[in-house]
């Protein structure tokens, strides 16, 4: 930049304050703020270019480039100091590739929908599909249409969990079978999958809120022997070429034969152990061929059509194939349980 010397007292006076303010500068934000203050919109060199105008005629031009002269060289002063703090912060931003990385946790699935994700495959295999009902039922589709009476012991205060608004929570998922078959003709292959709520006191093998996955099939000629088929094919699904399944009469309303299924102790294999109370069976749920009383309820011939249906357990079954010997783990969060079946 060529030298040139300043006349006015007013640009001197500029030129010596700014010398002054700059070498109170320590860091870029202050480098800033000076430049802020010289050459800002509003700044005190733009201020006296509007001062020109009340300079004599003779003085203008030379206000205004002395004016333009100091206004140059602030800049450049500025713009050095600007750069020079910029590179010392950079110098202290500095990456240290010494430092260890910063860990990235991966989330896993929750032991009871790894086991969920099974059974859905299992059934997908044979032809099911999913259907899906709501958590808040009616009486009716929970009881009534699954040719429970109204002075069923299931029905009880004490059991079931009743809504102000004369609604209940669903206390098994079989409430889904009368939904489908309401909407759907034969031939029906559903499994329903979805959690139910009883009025259980919380201990190690009971939940108030637990999933179930129900099973129907429904078609011309389906038998019993369709449903241990089934059921047996399920139990090698998810416990092997080995696993065995049993049925013992039962009773269920809504389904006639009943029966209860139990599978072959996958920890002993049939031998006895604590898991299955040496008795080398571990109960899963109940089944049956559906009762012609229920096909009346949702207008299905009975004279033509037969079906089986069948619940099972998710959380038993979760506990059988992970040895988790408490209900309640799956319910308290506690990432260092569920991060154990990832
Ligand atoms: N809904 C029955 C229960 O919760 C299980 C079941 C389903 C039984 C289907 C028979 C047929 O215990």
Redesign the pocket.
Known sequence: MEKISITFVELKELVNNFFQDKSGITNFNEAEKVRFKYLGRKGLISSLFKKIKEKSPSERALFGKELNFIKSLIKQEIEEKLVEFEKISEKEEKIDITLPGRKFFLGSKHPINIILEEIKDAFYSMGFEVATGPEIETDYYNFEA?NMPENHPSRDLQDTLYLDSGGLLR????PV?IRVMEKMKPPVRIIAPGR?FRKDTPDATHSPVFY?V???CVDRDVSMADLKGVILSFARHLFGRSAKVRFRP?F?P??EP???YDFSCILCRGKGCSVCKNTGWIEI????M?DPEVFKFVGYDPEVFTG??????VERIAMVKFEIDDIRLFYENDLRFIKQFS
């Open positions: 699954l206390t098994h998922t079989s079978q139910v179930q129900e099973g129907l039962s269920f809504f389904t009943s029966a209860e749920s109940g089944a049956g559906v089986f249906a069948f619940g099972m357990g």
